[in-house]
């Protein structure tokens, strides 16, 4: 199969077949990676530098934990102080907790314990009001104690709503020291039982980042108050785990902290403490794959190194299975392993399975790791490439030249438009000197003077080489006939491949039948004569006698009239001057003239849009006329 490209600089392609290469190993970090932390960092300072409470708040939680330190406390005091006027349990919170957290110079007005104070004294609260106004008073310094009414407060408050949002307050609400919180704790499989499955790798609640990760946070703190493991399996841990890492682009500092804050749960917590694993190097020179063991916040887990384990390495083009049942060497560093790969591994993308064996039975997600890698090679040419100009009636025994790479054959090539052009050659993967099948195989023909470019894509044989076989009659056409002197280039990539492979074979000299008529300026490429459009020539006309006969019968009937009216006469006398006998006349003779316009010059469309207006005026002023004149005749 051959196709016509016409392309600026064929060394792009090795350029698309490198930037392929790097996009496919471009890896994603499963984890919060330094990058990923600075990125947040960056959007808790716009919430900082935007002076909106609820922002500046967010902004100062995710600044402590990134242990990072919080710049213009001045302003953000400010901010806090500006803010004293306004009322509300969540308000309040956010002020007192940022205050805390900033450290802001003497203390805070009294009026902000004795609102949220007053804010749990009241009927009909909300489980988001409760929590607020108790961490708020905790954050102002007020001694928290275990109040019943505040637990019957939150029972009241979820049966009017218990909302998964309703329930997440709860949860953290409970896992304070105001209420025994037992009876939230006997909800959690409830609540998790609500959540979306997607893909059967993650799991999120209705709302998104912001609910699912107070959720998910609120039930660790509840678990580790009640010292209980919460109902929530390593599996469902796991994939909540999956949904929050992809969240980590997240834009609002709400969500930044929202995100840092359950991932900071899900590691420290002794329940469930999810681990992953990820592609830190491979090294297809050498043929080793390192790999790192973290938590989500990218931290070496407590007890590392562990026992990691390749089970598998399937081949994802064939589903083959190249290695199994191989152990990773743990590195200096206490999160690194690293693995060399069985001699003989062929380049191509993979499917690694990798389990990890931690002592610590609350370290999750360490089995059935499958992690997408690509082992890269190198392109090479050892065999010598056969090139021949082949008549079409002799086309099974060629007579082929050898050109071994880099060099090019040292003569001309002629080739006419009764002969093929044959080209044989095969490429190998330089280290394991196996053939190898690449995305891109072309050979491609450009004209020494005009830069008429062609290029024909290449076809394996049974050999597992590749193949040309080019009749250059049949392609006349797409040379657009032109002769003379082509360059021969053969451009090999693919994905899985370190280099590409653009190599001058050779300079072939073609020519077609009738070049002796066909003048180089007149490539398929050229300008060609415009292309005018030919109107059909008009029907033969009759003789001008013919024409002018029909033309007077045509005013027979009005001459006819006309000697009538002089022999019977014209009464007059009935005629008045009244606008409608005026208007009748003169709309009637405005009509037959519009009529004689629309022969002349005017089309349909314009003369319906006169006569619209001139009828119009001529049936009102006939009725009216006639209506006169059947008076007149009445007894």
């Known amino acids: 199969m051959a196709f016509l490209l016409q392309i600026i600089n064929i060394p792009i392609i090795g350029l698309l077949t490198t930037l392929l290469a790097t996009l496919c190993c471009g890896l994603e970090t499963p984890y919060i990676s330094i990058q990923d932390k600075e990125r947040l960092k960056n959007v808790f300072t716009v919430g900082l530098a935007g002076k909106e409470l609820t922002s500046v708040h967010y902004s100062v939680l995710g600044y402590k934990l990134l242990n990072q330190k919080i710049p213009d406390s001045k302003e953000i005091c400010k901010v806090l102080t500006d803010s004293l006027g306004k009322e509300g349990p969540d308000t309040f919170y956010y002020i007192a907790s940022t205050w805390k957290e900033v450290g802001c110079p003497g203390t805070l007005p009294p009026s902000v314990s004795k609102y949220l104070t007053s804010v749990l004294q009241k009927d009909a609260l909300s489980t988001s009001d409760i929590y607020h106004a108790i961490e708020g008073l905790r954050s102002s310094g007020q001694a928290i104690t ?172 064939d589903n083959t299975i190249v290695a199994s049942k191989i152990k990773f060497e743990p590195l200096t560093e206490k999160s690194s392993y690293q693995l060399k790969f069985p001699s003989g591994t062929n380049p191509g993308v993979y499917k690694a399975t990798i389990n990890v064996t931690p002592s610590d039975q609350s370290l999750i997600g360490g089995t059935n790791n499958v992690i997408e890698i690509k082992i890269t090679g190198q392109l090479a040419v050892t065999d010598p490439l056969l090139i021949a100009a082949v008549d079409s009636d002799h086309f099974l025994q060629p007579k082929y030249n050898k050109v071994m790479f880099p060099e090019k054959f040292a003569q001309v090539l002629e080739i006419d438009s009764q002969q093929h052009l044959a080209l044989r050659f095969n490429l190998k993967e330089k280290s394991s000197g196996s053939p190898i099948n690449v995305h891109q195989a072309f050979v491609r023909l450009s004209h020494s003077v005009t830069g008429q470019e062609l290029i024909f894509v290449s076809e394996k044989d049974s050999n597992n080489g590749y193949k040309l076989d080019l009749d250059i009659g049949a392609k006349s056409a797409e040379f657009g006939s032109l002769p003379g002197i082509y360059n021969l280039e053969i451009i090999a990539g693919d994905s899985v491949l370190s280099n590409s492979l653009q190599w001058h074979v050779a300079d072939i000299k073609l020519s077609f039948a009738g070049d002796a008529k066909q003048k180089p300026s007149q490539s398929m490429f050229s300008v060609k004569p415009e292309i005018k459009h030919l109107f059909r020539e008009p ?40 606008l409608s006998t005026l208007g009748f006349h003169l709309g009637l003779g405005s009509i037959f003239a519009l009529f004689v316009c629309f022969w002349l010059k005017l089309n349909m469309f314009e003369t319906l849009k006169y006569l619209l207006v001139i009828g119009a005026i001529t049936f009102l002023s006939a009725n009216k006329l006639l209506s006169s004149i059947a008076a007149k005749h009445k007894p």
């Open 146 to 317: 275990k109040d019943p009414k505040v637990e019957k407060a939150i029972q009241a408050a979820l049966k009017k709503d218990d909302s998964v949002s309703s329930l997440g307050y709860t949860l953290h609400a409970a896992s304070l020291p105001v209420i025994d919180g037992a009876f939230v704790f006997d909800r959690i499989e409830d609540i998790i039982f609500q959540a979306d499955e997607i893909d059967g790798k993650y799991l999120q609640f209705e709302g998104g980042l912001s609910i699912t990760a107070l959720v998910i946070s609120g039930a660790y703190k509840l678990s580790a108050k009640l010292n209980k493991t919460p109902a929530i399996s390593p599996d469902q841990a796991t994939k909540f785990s999956n949904y929050f890492v992809t969240r980590k682009s997240v834009q609002t500092p709400k969500g930044a902290w929202s995100l840092l804050n359950v991932l900071q749960t899900l590691t420290t917590n002794k329940f469930h403490r999810p681990i992953v694993v990820s592609v830190r190097n491979i090294d297809s020179i050498k043929g080793v794959m390192s790999i790192d063991v973290t938590d989500l916040l990218g931290k070496t887990p407590t007890g590392s190194p562990f026992p990691v384990t390749l089970e598998s390495l399937a081949r994802i083009s």
């Open 539 to 578: 029907e033969k006309r009759p003789p001008v006698f013919v024409s002018n006969l029909f033309t007077g019968l045509v005013f027979v009937p009005l001459i006819i009239l006309f000697v009538l009216w002089f022999k019977l006469g014209i009464n007059v006398s009935n005629f008045s001057l009244r």
